[in-house]
């Protein structure tokens, strides 16, 4: 019976261990087949995840980001480990312990959903590390297995903190967070070593169910799993027992809850400039790496000039648009059944899409209008409670700029915009009343840099950026008009003409494919012999055009070109007179180069870019300075910085153009719109019916310009013209920066030699000549000049006088760049040219 026992018991201990080793093959069988052809965990020593890319200011301050993940990336090291504690209370408390997955936490999974109860994945944090970034996310047993595999070979690569780097800056958190530090932000705008004990287990909740823990919403449900998560770190010996009871009776406080400001609330609303630069380095570096890569990119801006820049674009339109006297409004509207109750209204308004980013003269707030009666109608304002200090109503003379009164232009639940009226400027001084305001129809663009280094330091693409996203400064293709003229006169400088060359300004007749073409001028008149200073300073068409012939639109062309206005230039005489579309950004940059005496100047949003490790990818000033880094550099001495830029005008030209230029805003077209007590250089351009108006000026450090137009391009009037609409834009705004970066004289190269001449008809003056004929012309030094016939007085149609004087031949001459160009008889002082054409 003993014998019988024993072998029954040796035969069941047989069978056992020969079923356990049956399993542990089957188990190694099965981690071995799953444990193919598995994803490289190797691969997460290199992980780099995607990070916001930010915009600063020089200053420092933060403008915007960009990101298709909100995440911040943040070294374990930088890690509080308070947070680090209630993540592993929360998620894995074995962490610290386990080879990458948890025996008993599995175990324990099983038997509860064998028992019925709900199916939870017992994931350690290592498994979840390897599920987020080698496998998927679903609940299948062949993923558990793979998870377990790839855990354990992780755990053997990687220490335990560089795996927790790894999840704390990838998890999703919810509020569009990934990562602890963009989810401390979210949740609480602070840092993450400002984070109190409460709010880390409020962060730790979410892994849970983000998408289902919403701390508003799901107010209770959030607040249950924080305490769980504090008892679990006090259990667990993170947090003592005092500081657990103290923590777990706070309230759950939240961003969205109202209990802290939003963290894009410190930021400026998203504008023209930053998402031009959003733009161009997509373009640079390509979209993925910008979104990406966590690039922390200097912007050129200076925030003070681009409110300045802002509002006076802004003025102007909306100027325009209320001499029109059309109410267009934002052609949104609510429905009665929302305008019920003011929770109604409020939360309709609220999700209503117009924009909010205006701060003309004081913020503009969006309003819906819930009464109209025959004198005023009342409306309710977002954000603003109605007191009896500013009661919500707009009275009927409010609108006395309209043609129409409140029941031709207004319904009840219509959605309008509306700002403070007061005693003072920018919203200052006492409370007037609440008046009604739109986005005008009319568009445009401003743009301002530096003429010396090309940085872009204000730039505003139309009223308002949240109303339409297109930039106008950069993205608006626009006829030029005269504001190209100064390119066709800079190639007659270089080619041997001068200032106080004449040219016929007679009538003209050019056969072309398309027919006849008689340009005229802007006024109707022709002028007879005018020198070319007089031509640009009132925008001549005729004489613009025979110069063009004259020198040739070949050559024309070919500085328009290499002024970077455009890629390949037509060559058709009515391109002179700025037929060919271009944009504001180009132009602006084309006349910095006058400005700064003939000088390449590369425009630019951006002074550097730096990747996440800081390291420079990307930095705009390429000037070499020999001796920056020089320790031994007596402070008394400024370093040295070599100037390598290419130069693409002729200096003396680049003066002479810029000193004719200065007439132009003296006493010609912008001379009613511009004064600003400094030497200002600038031209107008009024296109045909004046589809577009344009000025673009500088001074010898600031250059900007401004398009005014409809976005479908249409006459704005007979009244509409470049020194009438965009001058002013320039003036209020040139009036601060000079404020700021001070303006002098231009700087007159040292091969000019400067005499006075009659403005009026080119004539040689004396020394000692004084009035306002007078003027100072620079020659270039050592020139032959042909004086020829000199006038007292100026030129008039008279019988006596001939329309053309022959001076001989034409000739060849060699320009600023070492090309030959042939030019007509070229007119000395007082002399007639042609052009060759009538």
Known sequence: MIRFLFSALGGLFSLITLGLMAVALSIGAIFYIYGQDLPSHESLSQYQPPTISRIYSGEGRMLDEFARERRLFTPAEEIPQLVKYAFISAEDKNFYVHQGYDTRGIASAAVDAMKGGSVRGASTITQQVVKNFLLSADRQAERKIKEIILATRLEETLDKERILELYLNEIFLGQNSFGVTAAAQAYFNKTLSELAPHEAATLASMPKAPGRFHPVRNKERVLQRRNFVLKEMFENGYISEAVYKSERELPLRS??????????????????????????????????????????????????????????????????????GRWRGT????????????????????????????????????????????????????????????????PR????????????????????????????????????RWTLRQVPEVQGGFMAMDVNTGRVIAMQGGFSYQHSVFN????????????????????????????????????????????????????????????????????????????????????????????????????FLA????????????????????????????????????????????????????????????????????????????????????????????RGTASKSVNLGVPVAGKTGTTNDAKDVWFIGFTNNIV????????????????????????????????????????????????????KIDRFTGARLSDSAEGDHVVIECFREGEQIDFGITFDGGFAMGANLPLVRETGAAKQVTTSTGKKAVVGPKAGFGTLSSGGLY
């Open 331 to 394: 052609g949104k509207s609510i429905s009665a059944e929302n305008l019920a109750t003011e929770a109604d209204w409020r939360e309709a308004l609220a999700g209503t899409n117009v924009p909010r980013d205006i701060n003309l003269e004081s913020h503009w707030f969006p309003a819906v209008v819930l009464e109209i009666a025959d004198q005023s109608m009342r409306i309710g304002i977002e954000g603003i409670s109605e007191t009896e200090a500013e009661p919500f109503v707009i």
């Open 575 to 666: 391109n002179s007179l700025g037929s060919e579309e271009t944009t504001l950004y180009k132009m602006v940059s084309a006349y910095a180069m006058f400005a700064n005496g003939g000088q390449r100047v590369e425009p630019t949003l951006i002074d550097r870019v730096q990747d996440r490790y800081g390291k420079t990818v990307y930095r705009h000033d390429d000037r070499v300075c020999t001796d920056c880094v020089n320790p031994t550099l007596p402070r008394s001495e400024a370093p040295v910085i070599v100037n390598n830029r290419e130069r693409v005008m002729n200096a003396v030209t680049a003066y002479q153009l810029t000193s004719m230029m200065t007439g132009v805003v003296s």
């Open 472 to 571: 106008r400064a950069t993205q608006a293709r626009r006829q030029p008009g005269s504001s190209f003229k100064p390119f066709v006169y800079a190639s007659a400088l270089d080619s041997g003409y001068t200032p106080a060359t004449i040219v016929v300004d007679a009538p003209i007749e050019i056969n072309t494919p398309q027919g006849l073409w008689r340009p005229q001028n802007a006024s109707n008149r022709y002028y007879g012999p005018t020198p070319l200073r007089t031509g640009i300073e009132q925008s001549r068409n005729l004489m613009t055009i025979r110069l063009a012939q004259e020198v040739g639109m070949d050559v024309v062309a070919d500085y328009a070109e290499r002024f970077g206005v455009y890629d390949g230039m037509g060559r």
């Open 255 to 324: 961003v969205q809850n109202g209990d802290f400001e939003p963290f894009k609330d410190g930021l400026p609303p998203r504008d023209y400039f930053t998402d031009e630069i959003r733009r161009q380095l997509s373009n640079d570096f390509g979209e993925e790496e910008f979104f990406t890569g966590g690039m922390t990119v200097r912007a050129t801006i200076d925030p003070e000039m681009q409110e300045v820049a802002a509002a006076a674009l802004q003025r102007q339109l909306e100027q325009f648009d209320r001499g029109v």
């Open 397 to 432: 003379k409010d609108i006395s700029w309209l043609r129409g009164g409140f029941g031709d232009s207004f319904k009840i639940g219509d959605v309008v915009l509306v700002r403070r009226m007061t005693t003072g400027d920018e919203g200052a001084g006492d409370f007037i």
């Open 704 to 755: 900007a310009g401004c398009y005014i137009g409809f976005d479908n391009p249409r006459s704005m009037g007979s009244g509409a013209s470049g020194g009438g609409m965009c001058g002013p834009v320039f003036q209020r705004f040139m009036s601060s920066a000079i404020k700021k970066y001070g303006a002098g004289k231009f700087r007159a190269p040292k091969e000019c030699e400067f005499i």
